[in-house]
C-alpha cells in the first residue's frame, strides 16, 4: 500500500541534503544583507512586567530591536487565522489572538518576544542576549485535559475552560488529504 502507516516515505530533498548540494538561506549572501534574530520566551506562562532592550539598541551594528509594544504602536496588528474553524456544534469557535510580538504575557515556551535586527548575524545574536525581560511566572499545565478541568491556569481570558472548541475535521476512510503540491495521503 503506498503511504501505509509506519511505511517509509522517500522525500524528494533528501538526495541534495545529503550530499551536500542542498542550499539553504544560510547560504545566501546579498550586498547590504541583514540578519535577524528572535528573542524566546524561557518559561511557559508569565507575566511579561518589563522588557527593556536599551542595551540592545546601544550595541554596534544594531540596526532595529521591536518588542510586542513597538509592533502595537505600528499598527502591524496579530497573525491572523487563515482557516477559520467551527465548534462541533456549528458555532464559531473562541478564537485566540496571535500577536507577532508578545504583549503583556507569554503563553508558552519558544513565544517570539522581541526581534533584533542588525548588520552581522553575531551582531544580532550578541543584542539579542542583551535585551533583559522581567517574567512574573504565571501557573501553568502540561497536560491537556488539566488544562481542561474547573480551576486551570487560563491562557486567554476570553476562552473560558482553555477551550477553542473542537473541530469536526474527520476523515473518512477513502478521503485524500493534499500534503504538498506533489503528494497526498489515502486514509
Known amino acids: 500500500m503506498k503511504f501505509g502507516v509506519g511505511q ?12 551536500g548540494t ?21 518559561v511557559a506562562h508569565a507575566s511579561v512586567r518589563r522588557i527593556d532592550a536599551t542595551a540592545a539598541r546601544g550595541m ?4 532595529l530591536v521591536l518588542t510586542g509594544s513597538d509592533v502595537n504602536a505600528d499598527g502591524l496588528g496579530d497573525i491572523p487565522c487563515s482557516v477559520p474553524l ?6 464559531s469557535r473562541f478564537d485566540t489572538p496571535r500577536p507577532v510580538l508578545a504583549i503583556g504575557k507569554v503563553r508558552h515556551v519558544g513565544q517570539p518576544v522581541a ?12 543584542a539579542a542576549g542583551a535585551v533583559e525581560i522581567d517574567y512574573e511566572a504565571l501557573p501553568a ?4 485535559r488539566a488544562a481542561l478541568q474547573k480551576g486551570a491556569p487560563q491562557l486567554f481570558d476570553s476562552v473560558p475552560g482553555c477551550s477553542t472548541g473542537t ?14 503540491g506533489r503528494r497526498t495521503l489515502r486514509r
Do not use: W
Not at 517509509?8 to 550530499?19: G, K, M, N, S, W
Not at 473541530?167 to 488529504?177: D, N, W, Y
Open 22 to 42: 542542498g542550499r539553504y538561506t544560510d547560504d545566501l549572501k546579498f550586498e547590504n544583507m541583514t540578519h535577524a534574530v528572535v528573542v524566546r520566551a524561557q
Open 8 to 19: 517509509p516515505v522517500r522525500r524528494f530533498e533528501d538526495p541534495a541534503l545529503i550530499t
Open 141 to 144: 499545565v502540561t497536560d491537556a
Open 167 to 180: 473541530t469536526t475535521h474527520r476523515i473518512s476512510p477513502r478521503q485524500t488529504l493534499p500534503l504538498s
Open 115 to 126: 526581534l533584533v535586527v542588525a548588520k552581522t548575524l553575531l551582531q544580532a545574536q550578541d
Open 86 to 91: 467551527n465548534s462541533r456544534d456549528g458555532s
Open 60 to 63: 554596534p551594528g544594531v540596526l
